[in-house]
């Protein structure tokens, strides 16, 4: 009997197929890989550009509190201001027109501060900054120094490529505290993960940012502080309050949030919110908003008053949420 072999046909045919088999799996390895990384690089190039806008403001922010050390606050603040900026006292009020005045430019107060916490636009045209500050004051003939701590926050949009201030508010808190302290882009990011996509983001108005500001004052006479903030702040939301040290994620933030205001409202005395001002970012998914919220519009009433300034992030659930809030009553 004559064995035949087939022309091309190898001696080991399973040999051969495994062979094949690998070598098939391991193209579709690489491909798998290759789909991968293209697909990624976007993102990574849109993490890169975000971090290197977040290094800018932080770089802002800190050539800032240099220059208020050295050259003092009014020159410090008056060098940064933005048009129409606001500054926290019995509501807002011009900064520029402030820092101007006499008494200010008399005063010998020194500010020093560092922020623990940055967050910025996917735009790289809003900024927020916010951490501990400490307010030196001389007093008296023989020059005694008297110092208050508290957490100072800071609104920043770039115009004309520099970053100018739009809005700072600074809450009081008993005792000391470091102003030795750095902000981490990580903690950015978790805001971030809670934030819709650029899509979904591109068509919002400031009109829609004031809408979100009204309701939230209207739930926190229907469901009480807490509940409010439980609802409609971030799972990565943070808190400013005076007296106390800022409070971080939505159980913390909330509970103290409500303890404060709560405190503060009765059913039979609701509050009022104004919305005074705010921006929303080019690329529409982070904005702010300030104002007063009181629980009697009459001015001459000793009822509740107190300055609020909200940063806000539209997120996946097609709804604007608060990423942080501050009180400065008044």
Same mark, same amino acid.
Do not use: H
């Given at each position: 009997m004559v064995s035949m072999t087939l022309i091309g046909d190898p001696p080991n045919r399973r040999q051969w197929q495994g062979e094949q088999g690998e070598s098939m799996r391991t193209v579709r390895l690489q491909l798998f890989i290759m789909l991968g990384v293209f697909s990624c690089a976007p993102v990574l190039a849109q993490e890169g550009e975000q971090r290197r806008d977040w290094q800018e403001l932080v770089n802002a922010d800190r050539l800032f509190a240099s220059q208020a050390t050295s050259v003092g606050r009014t020159t410090a603040f008056l060098e940064v201001l933005g048009p129409d900026s606001v500054v926290f006292r019995e509501g807002p009020v011009d900064a520029r027109s402030l820092y101007q005045t006499d008494e200010f430019r008399r005063s010998v107060d020194q500010m020093a501060w560092n922020s623990h916490y940055v967050d910025i636009s996917r735009a790289g045209d809003l900024g927020l900054t916010a951490g501990p500050t400490r307010l030196t004051a001389v007093e008296g003939e023989g020059d005694s120094e008297r110092q208050a701590f508290g957490y100072m926050i800071g609104v920043w949009r770039k115009i004309d490529g520099d970053w100018m201030l739009m809005a700072d508010i600074v809450v009081r808190i008993p005792g000391i505290l470091s102003v030795d302290v750095m902000p981490r882009f990580s903690d950015t990011l978790l805001a971030r993960e809670e934030t819709a996509h650029p899509v979904m983001a591109r068509e919002n108005t400031q009109q829609d940012l004031i809408d979100a500001d009204n309701l939230f004052g209207l739930s926190i006479n229907y469901r009480g502080g807490q509940r409010a903030l439980l609802r409609y702040g971030l799972e990565n939301q943070r808190v400013y309050l005076p007296g106390m040290a800022p409070a971080v994620g939505i159980e913390a933030a909330s509970t103290v949030y409500g303890k404060f205001l709560d405190n503060q409202l009765s059913t039979t005395n609701p509050v009022s919110l104004t919305y005074m001002g705010g921006y929303l970012a080019e690329s529409?998914?982070?904005?702010?908003?300030?104002?007063?919220?009181?629980?009697?519009?009459?001015?001459?009433?000793?009822?509740?008053?107190? +300055?609020?300034?909200?940063?806000?992030?539209?997120?996946?659930? +097609?709804?604007?949420?608060?990423?942080?809030?501050?009180?400065?009553?008044?």
């Open positions: 529409g998914e982070l904005g702010y908003t300030y104002g007063v919220m009181a629980t009697s519009s009459d001015e001459s009433d000793a009822g509740f008053r107190t +300055n609020y300034l909200r940063l806000w992030r539209f997120t996946e659930s +097609n709804e604007w949420k608060i990423a942080l809030e501050v009180l400065r009553p008044f």
